[in-house]
């Protein structure tokens, strides 16, 4: 299977750049092909600028080589800190440039876009990983898990993945080394139990 990895984190040596560099490692071994893309690293773009907006629009190579991979993925997993209930700009922008009609939705002929699109993925299932300083109690009862309706509701549903799998860790500023090896124990768990062993 081809699986797609999108990190979004500045600070080389944080502990979303263990979970990336974990969900490689166990997607090889299992037979996988996985293309990890750290947006910050490579410098993403994540500015939409308004000749991409149309469908038909120019877009730049980079982004072009974004779309092509996601089309060709059969899964993908997104590694992200929690900031104010979204994710880092880089990758808001990512999904406004990459997850882009044509590519990964479309509306039926006739349709202007008020409707409900067709999602286009072939991705059967999506993993977000995410990191937060909020406890989970909190983050439920006060703010509502924004990050879970957002990646699962407005975004993979739309485009037409059924399967969504969503863990956080956290809290991250106050964890061991103990918590987060345990942590990354059930970042293999998940992604061994949703792209299981090549036969």
């Known amino acids: ?14 502990f979303n750049h263990a979970i990336a560099r974990t969900v490689i490692r166990v997607l ?27 469908r038909d629009g120019v877009i730049a190579p980079a ?6 991979q996601l089309s060709a993925a059969d899964g993908i997993v997104l590694v992200h800190p929690n900031w104010w209930g979204m994710p880092p700009a880089i990758l ?10 044509g590519v990964a939705y479309e509306f ?7 409707g409900v699109p067709n ?4 991705v059967k ?5 995410n990191t937060s300083d909020t406890p989970e109690k909190r983050e439920r009862e006060v703010f509502g898990d924004p990050l879970e309706n957002l ?28 918590e987060r090896q345990a942590w990354l124990r059930e970042v293999e768990d998940i992604v061994a139990g949703v792209f299981p062993k090549e036969q």
């Open 1 to 14: 299977m081809n699986i797609l990895v999108i990190l979004a984190h500045p600070t080389p040596g944080s």
């Open 28 to 54: 090889e071994k299992a037979g996988h092909s996985g293309v990890l893309h750290d947006l910050y690293a490579e410098g993403f773009d994540p500015v939409l600028p308004s000749g991409e907006v149309v």
């Open 63 to 68: 982004v072009r080589e974004h779309c092509a």
């Open 92 to 101: 808001k922008g990512w999904a406004d440039r990459v997850l882009r009609p």
């Open 108 to 114: 039926e002929e006739g349709d202007s876009g008020e």
């Open 119 to 122: 999602g286009l993925l072939k």
């Open 125 to 129: 299932t999506a993993i977000v990983f």
């Open 151 to 178: 990646w699962k509701t407005c975004i993979f549903h739309f485009c037409g993945v059924k399967g969504f799998v969503r863990k956080n860790f956290g809290v991250i500023v106050t964890s061991t080394l103990g």
